[in-house]
């Protein structure tokens, strides 16, 4: 379901062939939206990107998904940002130059980018393919210019290739909110025969609810607002559990595989580590910014374990995608135009999107 704030006839790199692409896209210049000091409005902001690098290719923006890190990083919440902040890393659009290193990927083709711009790529994890906890890797949003623009560059190992049965529309949030969701998903080595639970069903937690779903889990959904019951079952949830219900909760203990956090808030953690299987894996995607109130031996008692994990690694990307296209796996989003960002920003501080922002670009 798609919620269409207002529509815009600016043409975009959709409507363009690969040589219009080239002809009409040569020049460093870009033009973005970008936060000047912590927590302030999005401005126009233009600038020169410098010449493209022999590794870097250069996409002409269509649609770019706000994530809620946007937020934090605009924020300065982790205190890493710099400013002048263009956020936006859930980039979908069309490869319009490549620099002479680049391989496997053509001017024209449609792709996407997330969290990740770059990394050193002859790190041990980088060689291992595990370049997504590279130390020396660079945010999309952070030292860098994000999507919130009419163009994006990256390293050509994070530009993926998107399969055309994606909605290039509705394909933002899976560069980094799905790939988030998915990551715990292959990391566990879930399968048709296990059961885990998804805490927030929100702008992670609906999409984590359609992955499992479609992976073939059993899925539980836990919720205190029975007025989402019927959109969270219709979003993947098999069961759905009110988190405030003492019995509902104390039945399901000892049952769940795997349980996802994707909230921000500190919860009862051990209540939760209480509904997992023996060697059962509480696993957080949410930034609790709270320690984390764990007894040791509830963690011991089933050899239970607590695990997290970043965004995914460019193959895993790939994966997700191809994974995503062939099962028909989507998020629900509402599109702005670009040129309403402060609009669509105030929503999603609001907590009133259902369920994930996309901006479309409509730069003239």
Not at 43 to 59: N, P, T
Not at 154 to 179: F, Y
Not at 304 to 323: C, D, I, N, W
């Amino acid at each position: 379901m798609t919620t269409t704030t207002q529509a815009t006839n600016a043409p975009t790199a959709d409507n363009l062939s690969a040589t219009d692409l080239e002809v009409n896209q040569p020049n460093n210049q870009v033009r973005a939206y970008a936060a000047m000091q912590a927590g302030g409005e999005l401005e126009r902001y233009d600038f020169d990107a410098g010449e493209l690098k022999i590794d870097e290719v250069e996409i002409a923006v269509s649609y770019c998904g706000i994530c809620h890190s946007d937020l934090s990083v605009i924020d300065n919440d982790w205190g890493m940002s710099q400013y002048p902040v263009i956020a936006g890393h859930e980039i979908v659009g069309q490869i319009i130059r490549m620099g002479e290193a680049v391989k496997g990927l053509q001017v024209g083709q449609t792709v996407g980018i997330g969290w990740t711009a770059e990394s050193c790529q002859h790190c041990d994890f980088c060689i291992d393919g595990k370049a997504n906890v590279c130390r020396q890797s660079t945010p999309t949003i952070v030292g860098h210019s994000g999507g919130f623009a009419d163009k994006v560059r990256a390293q050509w190992q994070w530009v993926i290739p998107l399969p055309a049965e994606l909605d290039e529309s509705k394909a933002g949030p899976l560069m980094c909110g799905g790939i988030t969701v998915f990551r715990p998903i292959i990391q566990h080595q879930m399968d048709a025969s296990k059961k885990v639970g998804v805490i927030g069903i929100g702008g992670l937690g609906h999409m984590a609810l359609d992955f499992l779903n479609a992976w073939g889990c059993e899925v539980t959904a836990f919720s205190s607002s029975p007025e989402k019951y019927d959109a969270i079952r219709e979003m993947g949830a098999h069961h759905i559990i009110d988190s405030k219900d003492a019995d509902a909760l104390k039945d399901a203990q000892g049952s769940l595989d795997l349980i996802i956090s994707t909230v921000n808030v500190a919860l009862d953690w051990n209540l939760y580590l209480s509904l997992l299987k023996p060697e059962g894996k509480l696993h957080y995607v949410g930034a609790v910014l709270k320690p984390l109130d764990i007894q040791a031996f509830n963690l011991i008692g089933g050899a239970k374990s607590v695990a997290g994990s970043p965004t995914g690694s460019a193959a895993e990307l790939r994966q997700m995608v191809k994974f995503a296209a062939r099962a028909g796996v989507e998020p629900i989003t509402e599109t702005y135009p670009m040129s309403q960002i402060n609009e669509a920003m105030t929503r999603m501080r609001e907590g009133k999107a259902r369920y994930r922002i996309v901006l479309e670009n409509d730069f003239e």
